[in-house]
């Protein structure tokens, strides 16, 4: 197969970019992908942050490596930090204190690199949450939802890697609970923790271990998924929010060249001088304070980075006794007696197995109870999906409270009241706190759909009293513009769908369960609005009182 | 004398004298104050009289909880062979007398004049032998290992008080304190007598020596400041990881917001 190049420069540049172009072809590429249109809109951006922040972590994670030592071997330290000076501790520490004191320009490194894992994986779940409450998860997205769960796995991988390798004594206890989660886990687990830790906690080799999957493992991984996540967003265009002209079909937005391009190279630049700025003003995860790790010390204040803390947070929460009930229990075998430790085992590992299980399912489940199978490339305002909010709210709560206990010392100090208050309090919020959150979510949602009928079927309230000849009182409305109207009336509706038979006529019990979730979520529900409604409210219109009278037209 | 005399009416002879004079007033003062100095630093083992007035101030303002003879009573403890560091630390500090009665007696401005904290301790002291009022020897932070006792630090006091002394939760409404801005001497009485629901690490748990040692790493690392910036109160993740979601998130949402605006 031979094309013939019609095409022949007339500058250098042209010549050389056409030589090159004729060999890679990457004016197609850019012709395809620069075309790309992207719609505006601000909660659009948290995943590009997260990539960003991505970005940062391996060009600061780089220089780290050229002066870090991942080595548990012990040296005297006899760097410049003098409330440290003679002390003994791991090389990895040493080195970190180096970095710190002794680099030119590494603790700002250091800073960069610990700021933006933070904030990477804080965007990371902006952007999750964005995704889940606009309902972008939906067909033909099920998959990249998944991908994009498994990153935040990732993210927390990277992120807890990281934060145990300097070996000073905050990460250390972090490996230290670790080292017990391991160790609960029935049968294997002291297996589990000698393998990980080549012998008894904390051994000589954990950190180099650790070295090795933060730098390359995780990161490649990380890379991979970036990779399929965004080829997918390119493959599935990117959703938008309702609106005139925006349909299933379309995109509404700026191409990629040269606007988005150009933003985007932008945006990265800001987001650099953003971390940049914080990790020259603000100090993070100052380890000289800390000190070398050594098993017998636990400081006050001794907590994961925010992401790990709401596993922390529900060991904090979780009782060791309930009354007379020990969550220690000894099981006699032939060969002795095993210990089944649930009071670690169980919050470690339950919640935020729940938590995990329940988002990368979601999709699929509200595909299940919607019966709704059909591609979504418009958004929900999350009010239009009342339980999907609701349920949302209520994952967010479950987190929150975990997050919270997490801080509870703090808490504690802070407000002035009592540690064993603060637990008590949390712990019956980790059972009803979600309860209320959905419920209430629920209510402010369907509340806020009436308002938007209201306002599509009478106007905006102008704030203007007329009074009638006869002399009555009554509020003027104006009318909505189109446009609005739009934005109001059209939205995806769920119904609720009773269990329907299958073609032999008969209703299974998995059907008749999923009609009970549908009943439950989709019982209470606001109808957008409808032309004859509208047309009706029109040609009753111009008489309102002060009080609203058409409250009987709203619900169902 | 004669060249002096020719001089007597030279227009800066006055200015001389005048610089003179006050060169001698201002010698004999600080004579003076270097011997009552000294003195009061012989007096430090209390006179009676002073003992006599600490009972005094005892019965007016401590008897209510501690009891007459400091026997103590339902409300309070007795004081009988506390010391002379436990009553300086608590009164000098403001602790005592106690504001109300809580899981802990809170700090808060001091109620009592030097003279009168140490005519307590004197009472105090005299009642039974406890632990005394540091010498300057030992608060002496130039002859301290700030290293050892960074050591000592975390092994004994961070995980009540956090590795950067910035203080901590302790159960039922307790908490340990913040160690900032604490005074060398209160902070070796508070180790020695083991204040509110503070452990007593005694000679022979952390020796003098080893006290002065903390003393010294506590008191460089206030000196040294934060290397890395603002600390965020010392307190650890959970501060940044709210700085993170507050101000961090801020900024870049404020920057998303601008961003994807256009004039309409």
């Known amino acids: ?556 | 004398m004669k060249a002096l005399s020719t001089k007597r009416r030279h227009p800066l002879a006055a200015v001389a004298l005048l610089l003179f004079g006050l060169l001698v007033t201002g010698s004999l003062y600080i004579a003076a104050g270097s011997i009552s100095e000294a003195k009061a630093a012989e007096t430090t083992t209390a006179s009676q009289s002073d003992i006599d007035e600490g009972g005094k101030l005892f019965v007016a303002n401590c008897a209510t909880c501690h009891g007459l003879k400091a026997q103590g009573s339902d409300s309070g403890p007795s004081l009988i062979g506390v010391g002379a560091a436990a009553v300086d630390f608590q009164v000098g500090t403001g602790r005592m007398p106690m504001q109300m009665q809580g899981p802990q007696a809170q700090a808060k401005p001091v109620q009592f004049n030097d003279e009168q904290i140490s005519q307590l301790s004197a009472y105090v002291a005299s009642l039974g032998a406890g632990p005394a009022i540091p010498d300057e020897e030992s608060l002496d932070t130039t002859k301290g290992d700030a290293a050892h006792g960074g050591t000592v630090f975390r092994v004994n006091c961070a995980m009540c008080h956090n590795a950067a002394a910035a203080g901590g939760a302790l159960t039922r409404g307790k908490f340990a304190p913040t160690l900032v801005g604490v005074s060398e001497k209160h902070i070796y009485e508070a180790m020695a007598t083991g204040p509110q629901n503070m452990p007593v690490f005694n000679d022979s748990n952390i020796t003098p020596d080893e006290k002065r040692d903390v003393i010294t790493f506590l008191k460089t690392i206030e000196a040294n400041g934060t290397a890395g910036g603002i600390a965020l109160g010392s307190l650890g993740p959970v501060a940044e990881g709210l700085f993170i979601w507050t101000a961090g998130l801020g900024i870049v949402i404020a920057f998303t917001i601008w961003l994807t605006s256009r004039p309409s």
Request: one cysteine or more.
């Open chain 1, 1 to 556: 197969m031979t094309t013939t190049n019609e095409f022949t420069a007339s500058t250098k540049t042209g010549r050389l970019a056409d030589f090159v172009d004729s060999r890679v072809g990457a004016s197609g590429m850019v012709k395809e992908f620069g075309r790309k249109i992207f719609p505006d809109h601000w909660s659009f951006m948290f995943g590009e942050v997260a990539m960003y922040c991505f970005v940062l972590l391996l060009l600061s994670g780089t220089f780290l490596t050229f002066f870090f030592d991942p080595s548990m071997a012990h040296v005297v330290y006899e760097g410049s930090y003098v409330p440290l000076k003679g002390i003994g501790m791991s090389t990895a520490m040493a080195s970190t204190l180096d970095i710190s004191f002794d680099v030119r320009g590494g603790l700002f490194m250091r800073q960069v690199h610990h700021w933006s894992a933070l904030l990477f994986v804080a965007s990371l779940s902006v952007h999750m949450l964005r995704v889940f409450f606009t309902g972008a998860f939906r067909r033909p997205r099920e998959l990249n939802w998944v991908v994009g769960g498994v990153l935040l796995i990732m993210g927390l991988a990277a992120g807890f890697t990281g934060y145990s390798l300097p070996d000073d004594l905050l990460s250390g206890n972090g490996l230290r609970i670790i080292d017990g989660v391991m160790k609960a886990i029935p049968v294997v687990g002291t297996y589990l923790s000698m393998f990980f830790f080549g012998g008894e906690f904390p051994g000589e080799h954990v950190i180099p271990r650790l070295y090795s999957l933060h730098i390359m493992i995780v990161p490649a991984v990380i890379i991979l998924l970036l990779v399929i996540h965004l080829f997918m967003v390119v493959t599935h265009k990117h959703t938008q929010y309702p609106g005139p002209g925006r349909t299933n079909d379309n995109v509404v937005g700026f191409p990629v060249g040269p606007v988005y391009a150009a933003k985007a190279g932008g945006f990265f630049f800001i987001i650099f001088g953003i971390i940049a700025m914080i990790s020259g003003l603000v100090q993070i995860n100052p380890v000289w304070n800390y000190g070398p790790y050594d098993p017998s010390p636990v400081s006050a204040g001794t907590q994961p980075d925010w992401y790990i803390g709401f596993v922390d947070g529900a060991l904090r929460l979780m009782p060791g006794v309930l009354g007379n009930f020990s969550f220690e229990w000894n099981i006699p075998f032939p060969w002795g007696s095993n210990t089944l430790v649930l009071s670690v085992l169980l919050p470690a590992l339950v919640p935020a197995g729940a938590l995990f299980a329940v988002m990368f399912a979601w999709p699929w489940i509200e595909r299940w109870v919607t019966k709704d199978n059909r591609e979504h490339h418009l958004l929900d305002r999350p009010r239009n999906a009342p339980f999907r909010t609701a349920m949302g709210a209520a994952g967010v709560v479950f987190y929150s409270v975990m997050w919270a206990a997490a801080s509870s010392d703090l808490i504690a100090t802070h407000f002035h009241v009592a540690l064993n208050d603060v637990t008590y309090w949390l712990r019956t919020l980790f059972f009803l706190g979600p309860i209320i959150a959905f419920w209430l979510t629920r209510r402010i949602c369907l509340s806020l759909q009436r308002k938007d009928r209201e306002i599509v079927l009478h106007g905006r309230e102008a704030g203007i009293i007329q009074m009638s000849p006869e002399g009555g009182f009554s509020e003027k409305h104006e009318e909505i513009d189109v446009y609005k109207r739009y934005l109001l009336t059209s939205f995806n509706d769920n119904k609720y769908i009773p269990a329907q038979p299958d073609a032999a006529g008969h209703i299974s019990r998995k059907e008749k369960r999923r009609a009970k979730i549908s009943k439950f979520f989709f019982e209470d529900r606001v109808a957008p609005v409808t032309p004859s409604e509208l047309e009706a409210a029109h040609a009753a219109h111009g008489h309102h009182e002060v009080e609203g009278d058409k409250q009987d037209s709203i619900e169902k």
